[in-house]
């Protein structure tokens, strides 16, 4: 939804071309800001090593305009302390190349260790937490970060297969969800597992902790005017943005530019058919919020 970002983020009568990419991924919406106008910058967040080398190749025509830091977006404040921004982006989820790299964990596509972690400098794997968590506490990720049903069922024998043995490949836990799902289901929209993994990823990363820590984080940095639009792609996640913008409603911090999340277009969802459940939200920061900076400019 690159287009319909840059439109949020770069308005008529916008102040100024100072952006935050707080999920820089391949740097597609980096770029886009970037060519949006000349005078443009941007700073490029990312928890993913291999997101900033790629985004760092991609981007490397526009010189100083942009630059990239190593981080997780709860940690914006830290990360770029004292810089004011005229807009600012985030993208949840997990990338493409993420996705489709064997050795990341995330699919049951490929056979590879359960892995998952989006900062692979954090401790705690997928395969950590299915051989280590309660049985229950399995059983919460798969019902709340995964709306599956059969939570329990899967917990169950997730947990006693772990007993027999450990649970250390992707293709190793679809199939035993497979198998408590009551089997294949060749003619279903989604294969067994995916809600199963889905949950199981947002656990690892912690990423709805992450999401309410970032949209505080980086509301303060945003100057009086700045929007920050937000793409989610799960319900849960997409529920925390619509509840904090509205707090900042509530309060005085923001305006609600989006009363219901725009989706993708036609050509898009045809084009890259993850894209079908992305849900845009946008908000303007009225003014207040942004901590006085203690040291120069964005770019110095
Ligand atoms: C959907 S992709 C972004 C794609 C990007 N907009 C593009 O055009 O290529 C999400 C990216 O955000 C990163 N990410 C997710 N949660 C994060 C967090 N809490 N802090 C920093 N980066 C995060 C992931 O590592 C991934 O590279």
Request: proline share 4%; with cysteine; glycine share 10%.
């Given at each position: 939804m690159?287009t319909e970002v840059?439109m949020a983020?770069?308005?008529?009568?916008?102040?100024?071309?100072?952006?935050?990419?707080?999920?820089?991924?391949?740097?597609?919406?980096?770029?886009?800001?970037?060519?949006?106008?000349?005078?443009?910058?941007?700073?490029?967040?990312?928890?993913?090593?291999?997101?900033?080398?790629?985004?760092?190749?991609?981007?490397?025509?526009?010189?100083?305009?942009?630059?990239?830091?190593?981080?997780?977006?709860?940690?914006?404040?830290?990360?770029?302390?004292?810089?004011?921004?005229?807009?600012?982006?985030?993208?949840?989820?997990?990338?493409?190349?993420?996705?489709?790299?064997?050795?990341?964990?995330?699919?049951?596509?490929?056979?590879?260790?359960?892995?998952?972690?989006?900062?692979?400098?954090?401790?705690?794997?997928?395969?950590?937490?299915?051989?280590?968590?309660?049985?229950?506490?399995?059983?919460?990720?798969?019902?709340?970060?995964?709306?599956?049903?059969?939570?329990?069922?899967?917990?169950?024998?997730?947990?006693?297969?772990?007993?027999?043995?450990?649970?250390?490949?992707?293709?190793?836990?679809?199939?035993?969800?497979?198998?408590?799902?009551?089997?294949?289901?060749?003619?279903?929209?989604?294969?067994?597992?995916?809600?199963?993994?889905?949950?199981?990823?947002?656990?690892?990363?912690?990423?709805?902790?992450?999401?309410?820590?970032?949209?505080?984080?980086?509301?303060?940095?945003?100057?009086?005017?700045?929007?920050?639009a937000v793409i989610?792609?799960?319900?849960?996640?997409?529920?925390?943005?619509?509840?904090?913008?509205?707090?900042?409603?509530?309060?005085?911090?923001?305006?609600?530019l989006t009363p219901k999340p725009l989706g993708p277009g036609?050509?898009?969802?045809?084009?890259?058919?993850?894209?079908?459940?992305a849900r845009l939200r946008v908000?303007?920061?009225?003014?207040?919020?942004?901590?006085?900076?203690?040291?120069?400019?964005?770019?110095?």
């Amino acid at each position: 939804m690159a287009t319909e970002v840059v439109m949020a983020l770069t308005r008529e009568g916008t102040r100024g071309g100072r952006f935050l990419d707080a999920t820089l991924g391949l740097g597609g919406h980096s770029e886009a800001l970037l060519a949006s106008r000349s005078d443009a910058r941007v700073a490029g967040l990312d928890q993913d090593g291999e997101s900033l080398v790629r985004a760092r190749a991609r981007l490397a025509p526009f010189g100083e305009r942009f630059r990239a830091t190593r981080g997780n977006f709860r940690d914006a404040c830290a990360l770029l302390a004292g810089e004011a921004y005229d807009g600012a982006v985030m993208d949840l989820g997990v990338s493409s190349p993420q996705l489709d790299t064997a050795a990341r964990g995330f699919s049951f596509q490929h056979d590879a260790p359960l892995d998952m972690r989006m900062d692979t400098e954090n401790a705690r794997t997928a395969a950590d937490l299915v051989n280590h968590a309660a049985c229950d506490e399995l059983e919460r990720i798969f019902r709340e970060y995964g709306d599956e049903r059969r939570a329990r069922r899967i917990a169950e024998a997730i947990c006693a297969e772990r007993r027999a043995v450990p649970v250390r490949t992707t293709l190793q836990l679809a199939e035993i969800v497979t198998r408590a799902a009551g089997g294949a289901r060749p003619w279903a929209r989604l294969h067994p597992a995916t809600r199963v993994f889905m949950a199981l990823r947002m656990a690892v990363n912690d990423e709805l902790g992450a999401l309410r820590e970032g949209l505080e984080a980086i509301g303060t940095l945003l100057a009086p005017g700045a929007r920050l639009a937000v793409i989610s792609f799960h319900s849960v996640e997409d529920r925390e943005v619509k509840a904090r913008f509205r707090e900042w409603k509530r309060v005085g911090k923001a305006r609600v530019l989006t009363p219901k999340p725009l989706g993708p277009g036609e050509k898009e969802t045809r084009e890259n058919p993850r894209a079908r459940s992305a849900r845009l939200r946008v908000a303007e920061m009225t003014g207040g919020q942004f901590q006085q900076p203690q040291q120069g400019g964005i770019h110095g």
